[in-house]
């Protein structure tokens, strides 16, 4: 993996764990928390979204926006299970 897409990946998932934790509000992680949680929500975005016909645009827009609404999933998913 080269450098570049190292850092493409960090940058995106810092940006779609900080874009989340504003939507899902009281749960900020911190850069480093954000980054996961951002990479691991566009994980999970690319499980679920193509199983319900959703596509997105491509290039880094569209990745954020889909790491976005897969961070968004992950951090409501925490939030029900700190509840319980």
Known sequence: MALESLFVILLVGA???WLAGLIVKGYG???LGN???GIVGAFVAGLILPR???SIGSGIAGAIIHATIGAV???FLIRLIKRA
């Open 29 to 31: 992680y911190g850069l």
């Open 35 to 37: 980054i996961v949680v």
């Open 52 to 54: 319900l016909g959703l």
């Open 73 to 75: 999933i992950l951090l």
């Open 15 to 17: 940006v779609a764990g």
